[in-house]
């Protein structure tokens, strides 16, 4: 088997492929924390899949105020991504783990 060298290949590997396995593996991980915080503290009894607003300053300082409802489809979201990754032994996981280097979550 060849080795790629192409100045151009390895460039794009270093400054594309490596940083999107990143955020890829750190959106994994995120997803990780947030669901296991959500189930550890019970919070889909304090935030409630309702229309009722979140109070967090949003009106004030301009950020779009969100829904009860709209912050449990993140959380949503967020268990799908750990399905699919997860899928078949963890194979789309372990794809992206292999090129990630900063593959920590967000918190």
């Known amino acids: 088997m060849a080795a790629i060298s192409d100045p151009a290949a390895v460039a794009f590997a270093n400054t594309k492929i490596r940083p999107m396995a990143d955020a890829m593996a750190q959106s994994y991980f995120t997803a990780k924390a947030l669901v296991d915080a959500?189930?550890?503290?019970?919070?889909?009894?304090?935030?409630?899949?309702?229309?009722?607003?979140?109070?967090d300053g949003s009106a004030q300082d301009g950020r779009n105020q969100i829904t009860g409802a709209?912050?449990?489809?993140?959380?949503?979201?967020?268990?799908?991504?750990?399905?699919?990754?997860?899928?078949?032994s963890s194979a789309k996981l372990n794809t992206v783990l292999a090129a990630a280097v900063n593959s920590q979550g967000k918190f």
């Open 38 to 55: 959500w189930n550890a503290l019970a919070m889909s009894a304090k935030i409630t899949n309702t229309a009722d607003l979140i109070v």
């Open 70 to 88: 709209q912050a449990t489809t993140v959380v949503t979201r967020a268990m799908e991504i750990i399905a699919d990754y997860e899928a078949t």
